[in-house]
C-alpha cells in the first residue's frame, strides 16, 4: 500500500489540514510568547539567569508530570471538546504576562506558564491521538512528517518573528498574538466533525484483533502506566532507546539556557533579544532540514543495516558541534555550528522514532511513548535548574555550551559500546522489516 505524498494528504483529507492549521498557528503564537517571555523576565530581573531557568523548567517539568495521565485520560474523553478547551485556556492565560511589570510579579509569569504547559500535555496527547484517524492508513507516514517538521520550521519563524516584534512593539504585542493564535487554533479544531477523531467502529475490531484493548469505564491510568513501564524493563532494546533519550536531556534541557545566554553574550551590534532569536532561528532551521533529510538518509541506512551505528555516531558528532558554538566568536558561527547539530540531532530523531515504533506492540505503543517523553522532559527540566545555578555561580555562557555539548555526545558513547559489547542487538524481524520496506519502495520506484 503506497503512501500518500503531502500534497496529496493535504489536499484530501480535509480533517488533517485543520489540526495541521491548528498547530501551525497556536505553534507559531508559542515561540512568540517564549521569546517575549524571556526577553520580559530578563529585563525585569536584571539579567538574573536563576529567572530566565525557572520560567524554562515552568515550561518543561508540568508536563514531564502530567503527560502520561493527559495520554491516558484523552482515550476516555472527546478529543475534539479536549483540544478545543485547552486552546481556550492558553489563550486565557497567555494574556496574563500582560501583569507582569515589577520584580514582584514575577510569579505571575510562572504561574501562566505552568498553567499554560498543564493545558499544552492534554493537546498533545488528543493531537497525536488524533492523527492516525485524520490522516489514515496511507497517510500517516507523510502527516508524521509534516507535523513534526512544520513544529521545527515554526520554532524558527517563531523565534525571529517574535524576537522582531518584541523589539519593534514591544513584549505586550506578542502575548496577545500568541493569544489570538489559540484562539485561531480552536476554530481549526471545530471545523473537525468530532468522528474522524477517532477510529470507526470497523477499524476499531481491527485493532482489537492485533491486540489493542480500548478500554472504557474506570481511569485505569496507574494500571495503564504500570503496564507501559513493566514491558519497558522487559525489553532491553526499547529500555535503551529510553535510556539515550534520558541521558541526552541531561545537556539537552540546559540548551535552551545556552541560547538565551550564549546569544546576550555574542549579540554584537545586535539587541540582545534578537541575538537570541536568531540563536533559536538556526536550530529551528537545522530541526526543520534534518527532518526533511530523514526520510531518504533513513532508508539508506536501514537498506545498509547501519542503523545502531548510525544512532550512535550521529549524537556524538552533534553533541561536539554544539560544544563548538561555545568556542565561536561571532553570533553567525555559533549560529552556524547550532544549525549543524540540529540537522544531524534531527536525522537522527527519525531514525530512532522509526526504531521504536518498529520494536513496540501497538497496544502498549502510545503508553510507553509517553513515559518516554515525560521521562525526557524531567530529566531536561533538572537540567536547566542546575544549569541556571551554575550561571549564577559565575559559569560562563561558552562554558555551558561546551558542558551542554558534551553531555549530549555521551549517550551515543554508550550506546556503542552496549552494541560492541553484545548486549544490544537489533530483533532479526526488525532488520527484516526494514529490507522488506525499502524493497517495496525500490519496486514501487521502478514500476513508475
Not at 500500500?1 to 498557528?25: D, E, K, P, W
Not at 539515550?244 to 545566554?261: C, E, F, K, M, Q
Not at 555559533?334 to 530523531?349: K, P
Request: positive net charge; contains cysteine.
Amino acid at each position: 500500500m503506497a503512501s500518500l505524498t503531502y500534497m496529496q494528504l493535504i489536499r484530501s483529507r480535509r480533517g488533517f489540514r485543520c489540526l495541521l492549521a491548528g498547530q501551525v498557528v497556536s505553534e507559531l503564537g508559542n515561540w512568540f510568547n517564549f521569546i517575549a517571555g524571556l526577553g520580559l523576565v530578563r529585563v525585569i530581573s536584571n539579567g538574573a539567569p536563576e529567572v530566565t531557568a525557572m520560567l524554562v523548567v515552568a515550561r518543561m517539568l508540568p508536563f514531564a508530570f502530567l503527560a502520561p495521565v493527559a495520554g491516558a485520560f484523552v482515550d476516555r474523553w472527546s478529543r475534539r471538546t479536549v483540544m478545543i478547551a485547552s486552546d481556550v485556556s492558553r489563550a486565557v492565560f497567555a494574556l496574563g504576562f500582560l501583569l507582569v511589570r515589577r520584580p514582584e510579579d514575577l510569579w505571575i509569569a510562572y504561574a501562566c506558564t505552568v498553567v499554560s504547559t498543564l493545558f499544552s500535555a492534554f493537546f498533545e496527547a488528543a493531537k497525536n491521538a488524533s492523527l492516525p484517524n485524520v490522516a489514515g492508513d496511507r497517510g500517516l507516514l507523510a502527516g508524521n512528517a509534516l507535523m513534526h517538521s512544520s513544529r521545527f520550521l515554526l520554532m524558527s519563524v517563531g523565534a525571529v518573528l517574535g524576537g522582531w516584534a518584541s523589539a519593534a512593539f514591544g513584549y505586550e504585542a506578542a502575548f496577545v498574538i500568541n493569544a489570538a493564535s489559540f484562539l485561531v487554533s480552536a476554530f481549526s479544531i471545530w471545523l473537525i466533525p468530532e468522528r474522524e477523531l477517532h477510529a470507526t467502529e470497523d477499524a476499531r475490531g481491527r485493532a482489537g484483533a492485533t491486540g489493542v484493548v480500548v478500554r472504557a469505564g474506570r481511569f485505569r491510568v496507574w494500571t495503564d502506566l504500570r503496564e507501559g513501564w513493566k514491558y519497558v524493563a522487559q525489553h532491553r532494546l526499547v529500555a535503551a532507546i529510553i535510556g539515550i533519550n534520558v541521558v541526552w536531556a541531561t545537556g539537552g534541557g540546559a540548551s535552551y539556557l545556552v541560547y538565551d545566554r550564549l546569544g546576550v553574550e555574542l549579540k554584537g551590534g545586535w539587541q540582545g533579544d534578537e541575538a537570541v532569536a536568531a540563536l533559536y532561528s538556526a536550530v529551528g532551521v537545522g530541526l526543520f532540514i534534518g527532518m526533511m533529510l530523514a526520510r531518504r538518509v533513513g532508508s539508506h541506512v536501514e537498506l545498509h543495516g547501519v542503523t545502531p551505528a548510525f544512532i550512535g555516531w550521529t549524537l556524538i558528532v552533534h553533541g561536539l558541534l554544539f560544544a563548538l558554538a561555545g568556542l565561536m566568536p561571532t553570533l553567525w558561527l555559533a549560529s552556524l555550528m547550532l544549525l549543524l547539530s540540529r540537522v544531524l540531532i534531527g536525522v537522527e530523531f527519525a531514525v530512532q522514532e522509526t526504531l521504536m515504533m518498529r520494536l513496540l506492540p501497538d497496544g502498549l505503543r502510545a503508553r510507553v511513548f509517553t513515559n518516554d517523553r515525560a521521562a525526557e522532559i524531567g530529566v531536561m527540566s533538572l537540567s536547566t535548574a542546575v544549569a541556571g545555578w551554575a550561571l549564577t555561580g559565575g559559569l560562563t555562557a561558552r562554558a555551558l555550551a561546551i558542558i551542554t555539548g558534551l553531555l549530549a555526545a555521551m549517550p551515543g558513547v554508550g550506546w556503542l559500546a552496549l552494541f560492541a559489547a553484545g548486549k544490544l542487538r537489533l530483533p532479526p524481524e526488525v532488520e527484516q522489516a526494514s529490507k522488506d520496506d525499502e524493497a517495496e519502495r525500490v519496486a514501487v520506484a521502478s514500476a513508475g
